[in-house]
């Protein structure tokens, strides 16, 4: 009988555990280690609320990389992406965080191989002709040299992250077309969304031939280019001069992170 109260306690906190328990439903697992990779797209020009540590790369915490991290908790997250960066940039100095455990990557490159920046800059400053020209001169890297770089890049990461699923993020169209728009010529516009979407098409090309994914943003983006007046893009920003035409905060939200999130499921 003197064991009585000690047994009835201890059936109490048995009890209480699990109740505790079922109370508390099943834990929840902790996403995939995530990587994230590539150049100014990728980083966040544009979305402001820049991480201060990462200097000119202008990782911004509200890219669509932080998002997804932020909303999926990954097991461990690399934020490597960095402004300028071109596909060598990529093999030599972001994959340090990739491993055998990494569950995702994902990467915007190829824009800056192309020499797209200037390409905006020429036709910005310059006559439709000369726009014309150097955007002809970024195809034909598109065409016959870009895909030779990105499939460096791709094997680069598939060797390091053998189980990995790569999602590999496309840019969007700039600009609405034919409608009325104080800035650049029909004509700049045109040749310039034209060079995106052979960009696009080239990336998609390459990551299939690697069993990558593809994530095509010009969906999301749609209707919301510059002169959609409803933009997700800046366009010319005299200070910092560097988010120019790059994704804004929303953007990022509702242009990039929407398909990564569903490509990366």
Known sequence: MRLTRPLTALAALAFALVAAMLLAGPAQAAGPAYVALGDSYSAGNGAGNYI???????????????????AHSPSSFTFAACSGAVTTDVINNQLGGLNSSTGLVSITIGGNDAGFADSITT??????????SRINTAETYIRNTLPGKLDAV?????????SAKVVVMGYPDLYTLNVFCIGLSDTKHKKIDE???????????RAAAHGF???DVRSTFKGHELCSGDDYLHSLVIDPSWESYHPTATGHASGYLPVLTADAS
């Open 52 to 70: 201060s540590s990462s200097g000119d790369c202008h990782r911004s915490n509200s890219a669509y990389p932080a998002l997804w991290a932020s």
């Open 123 to 132: 036709c910005v400053t310059g006559s439709d002709d000369t726009c014309v």
């Open 154 to 162: 791709y094997n680069a990461i598939r060797a390091k992250a053998p």
């Open 195 to 205: 060079a995106a979407d052979l960009l696009d098409t080239t990336m998609s090309a």
């Open 213 to 215: 994914t593809f994530g």
